[in-house]
């Protein structure tokens, strides 16, 4: 089942199905660093798939797929300027300095076994296999 999201309303009921990941496909100011930098941030998995851990009313509570850390995604205040569009809900970061910046999660479900993914979604290798 594809995800769609219009609203803030919709990626919480994401949220709360079996298997919900969300992972981070831009990040503006990361993409911004030096080589250092971002490769610093990629070994602190910054770009790992997500899993809820919890859900409260304000926020998310997320594990960060082979890291013994946490991560939270708060939406207490200003989720008015958050994007959704089809899979992805792209998150603006407010800080005072610089020109403005934004997080965009891409939000996937777990395929059913027996289905193939489409092939704009499989491996390089994968999709090089004969029949799949």
Same mark, same amino acid.
């Given at each position: 089942?594809?995800?769609?999201?219009?609203?803030?309303?919709?990626?919480?009921?994401?949220?709360?199905?079996? $298997?919900?990941?969300?992972?981070?496909?831009?990040?503006?100011? %990361?993409? !911004?660093?030096?080589? =250092?930098? !971002?490769?610093?941030?990629?070994?602190?998995?910054?770009? =790992?798939?997500?899993?809820?851990?919890?859900?409260?009313?304000?926020?998310?509570?997320?594990?960060?797929?082979?890291? =013994?850390?946490? %991560?939270?995604?708060?939406?207490? !205040?200003?989720?008015?300027?958050?994007?959704?569009? $089809?899979?992805? &809900?792209? &998150?603006?970061?407010?800080?005072?300095?610089?020109?403005?910046?934004? &997080? &965009?999660?891409?939000?996937?479900?777990?395929?059913? @076994?027996?289905?193939?993914?489409?092939? @704009?979604? !499989?491996?390089?290798? =994968?999709?090089?296999?004969?029949?799949?």
């Amino acid at each position: 089942m594809p995800v769609v999201l219009r609203s803030l309303s919709d990626f919480k009921k994401f949220l709360r199905k079996p $298997g919900a990941t969300l992972q981070i496909v831009q990040n503006t100011f %990361v993409d !911004r660093q030096d080589a =250092e930098s !971002r490769a610093a941030y990629r070994r602190k998995g910054l770009y =790992e798939p997500r899993t809820l851990r919890a859900l409260s009313k304000k926020a998310a509570v997320f594990d960060v797929k082979g890291h =013994e850390t946490t %991560v939270w995604l708060y939406w207490d !205040r200003g989720t008015r300027h958050w994007r959704f569009s $089809g899979d992805t &809900v792209t &998150v603006p970061l407010n800080a005072a300095l610089g020109p403005p910046d934004a &997080v &965009v999660y891409r939000c996937t479900l777990p395929t059913p @076994s027996g289905q193939r993914r489409p092939a @704009s979604q !499989r491996d390089d290798d =994968e999709a090089m296999l004969p029949g799949l």
